[in-house]
């Protein structure tokens, strides 16, 4: 299971991605040092609302999308996944079994 922190940080990556930012780029326009952005892109510390309120207008975006975590769809996709799997499984036994 994903912990807030990590969800936090995977989303502050994935928008600063998205915007082209380097993470010294996010820092200056959030107004905190790169290595305080840093520590809380690999969780190891977690930031105050004021900074998140900072980082989350610095990358164009309302503060609780920093928090968005689609478990959801990911489960969705994980089972899909599994079921092209055995299908891909079922059809190379098939082949095999049919002497093709």
């Known amino acids: 299971m994903v912990n807030i922190r990590e969800i936090l940080a995977g989303n502050i990556k994935k928008y600063r991605g998205k915007r082209g930012y380097s993470q010294d780029k996010l820092a200056e326009l959030a107004g905190i040092s790169s290595q305080y952005l840093a520590t809380i892109e690999t969780c190891r510390k977690f930031p105050t609302p004021e900074v998140m309120e900072c980082i989350a207008n610095a990358l164009q975006i309302e503060a609780y999308e920093l928090f968005t ?32």
């Open 69 to 100: 975590y689609y478990a959801g769809a990911e489960r969705e996709l994980n089972k899909l996944r599994q079921e092209i799997i055995g299908e891909v499984v079922s059809t190379i036994k098939q082949c095999f079994l049919e002497g093709k």
